[in-house]
């Protein structure tokens, strides 16, 4: 492996492994002798490319978590929300997914299990999140706060101010 951090090969050594998704996916905790950091990956089996997304407007795409995990990235910019935190939530849904689904999933229920997970985990985010994945219903719900929510939100990220016209 290649160090994210300091770009070394092979220096790093496994400290730490588990099976996750049911055991369709091991993650593996390294530590770079080089650097002394730490760092995660996982390994998959390919299967997971043939459960399929359906879409709002019925098209169906191949099931990525890395659209999750960007989505999520996008929704936490600038908040305290660790990318390890993220990974973990990501794994939980996709985990859910497959348990739950043979074949298809429609998107909403993946924005909405996402939605879920990240209200426990940071409120802002969790608001910015569920306005563009559309997920109204959700967004209605927290309705309440919303409103001091988004004034926050505003002065945190500039650029997000059409979540609630
Ligand atoms: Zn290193």
Known sequence: MQCPFCREIDRDRVIDSRPTDSGRSIRRRRLCEACKRRFTT???????????VI????????????????????????????????NRLV????????????????????????????????KV???????????????EDFVETARQIEERARHEAPGQQELFP
């Open 42 to 52: 996982r390994e998959r089996i390919d299967e997971t490319v043939r459960m399929s």
């Open 55 to 86: 879409k709002k407007d019925g098209t169906r795409v191949a099931f990525d978590r890395t659209k999750m995990l960007a989505g999520l990235q996008r929704a936490c910019w600038k908040r305290p929300v660790s990318e390890d935190a993220l």
């Open 91 to 122: 794994d939980e849904v996709e985990e859910l997914v497959f348990r739950e689904f043979e074949r298809e999933v429609p998107s909403s229920f993946i924005g909405r299990e996402l939605a879920k997970r990240l209200a426990g985990l940071d």
């Open 125 to 139: 985010s969790y608001v910015r999140f569920a306005s563009v994945t559309e997920n109204f219903q959700v967004v």
